[in-house]
């Protein structure tokens, strides 16, 4: 089944009880009981589990070839439920550019429950196994990592982590599902942000947890429950309907970034272009042979701070935003934006510079955009 029609019927998309071609919002909280201690009563209260919710969630098992899926609030609280499967004692691995919101709850929250932290540099294998100690119990992953687009190899990772009994988990957010597959590839624990592509309209705040692990998705469909960090209705219903146009979206963002990545090449107020399937990437090989294509993000650094605001004040198509994966192409900076919450040291180790920006391509016509940031570059 190709992924447009699988994005359309592969999952609940009829109502069962009237037959409308779209799963009605259930906006309830609770839900009348025929008779007491009912076991075959489905649904009792919105917090254990909704019609539109479930919906979502076998949609989210047939996006992510997964046996099990659950969605969350926020893309942190997907994170944070996850994480919270260390217990103290253990250790934790991530990238040294990690997700801020993800590096704040990791240096601010988890050293309160006796977890400790190491952050390396995830393209080198050499790095991650010389962080490895008997008490690292979780590699987490983000590949191609935000905002550098850094590349980890999923499998050797995998590997290494199999054979030292650590739990493997990927950020998936920037390729998706679609274009890069970790399940697949060995890892235990896929999360994304449904708030960026998978939902794709600037509109919601979700997250999504995806294993074929069954004591796993069990311990985490408790934390999901009892942290009571639930999607809403309404934005489970928006989710499937942005989910419909998911393949088509991403084909023409991934077509625009891959133009834009090029064209970026050329231009002498740009010093460096990062993304992951360009030939000058340092680990094009490695993200070629897991992913299906560059992705629909990429990052570039402007010749110097002096142009920054001329560039901003000129260019006119992609928003200035927090965020990612939208309709519209969003353009962000990562050192006042998503990592404003490190310090200007933890910044700097990152190679956060304020030179740095993020483009998420939208679906505009390529020849728009390129124009735009041609005239914008022009200074």
């Avoid at 919105?46 to 969605?71: M, V």
């Avoid at 200007?344 to 920006?357: I, S």
Wanted: one cysteine or more; glycine letters at 6%; a negative charge.
């Amino acid at each position: 089944m190709g992924i447009n029609t699988k994005l359309l019927h592969d999952y609940p998309v009829i109502d069962p009880h009237t037959g409308a071609s779209s799963i009605p919002k259930y906006q309830t909280s609770t839900f009348s009981q025929a008779k007491l201690s009912d076991p075959t009563q489905a649904f009792t209260y919105t917090r254990f589990g909704n019609p539109t919710i479930q919906a979502l969630e076998k949609a989210f098992c047939s996006l992510e070839d997964a046996t099990y899926a659950l969605s969350y609030a926020s893309g942190m609280a997907a994170i944070s439920n996850v994480l919270m499967l260390l217990k103290s004692g253990d250790h934790i691995i991530l990238p040294i550019e990690v997700y801020g919101g993800t590096c704040q709850f990791t240096t601010a929250i988890l050293p309160q429950y006796g977890i400790t932290v190491s952050f390396v540099d995830m393209s080198s294998i050499d790095q991650i196994r010389a962080a490895i100690t008997p008490a690292t119990k979780m590699i987490y992953m983000e590949t191609p990592s935000n905002p550098l687009l850094k590349v980890t190899d999923i499998k050797t990772v995998c590997q290494l982590a199999k054979g030292n009994d650590i739990l493997m988990v990927a950020d998936n957010t920037f390729m998706t599902s679609l274009y890069q597959q970790p399940l697949a590839l060995g890892v235990d624990i896929v999360i994304e942000s449904i708030t960026k592509f998978i939902n794709g309209h600037s509109d919601v705040l979700g997250g999504l947890v995806a294993t074929n692990d069954e004591a796993l998705y069990e311990k985490l469909h408790m934390f999901q429950k009892n942290f009571g960090g639930i999607l809403g209705v309404e934005d489970a219903w928006l989710t499937l309907r942005g989910m419909k146009t998911l393949g088509l979206r991403m084909e023409k963002s991934v077509a625009n970034a891959d133009s834009i990545a090029n064209f970026l090449l050329t231009e002498k107020n740009v010093k460096t272009v990062y993304y992951p399937s360009l030939k000058s990437h340092p680990d094009s090989i490695i993200h070629n042979q897991q992913a299906k294509n560059g992705g629909a993000v990429l990052s570039f650094e402007l010749a110097s701070e002096e142009i920054i605001d001329v560039f901003l004040e000129k260019l006119k198509l992609p928003i200035l935003a927090v965020s990612l994966g939208g309709v519209e192409s969003i353009l962000s900076h990562p050192a006042t934006m998503s990592h404003a919450c490190l310090t200007d040291e933890e910044r700097r180790e990152q190679g956060v510079t304020n030179t740095l920006f993020r483009l998420s391509c939208g679906i505009e016509d390529s020849e728009d955009l390129l124009a735009d940031l041609a005239q914008a570059l022009a200074i």
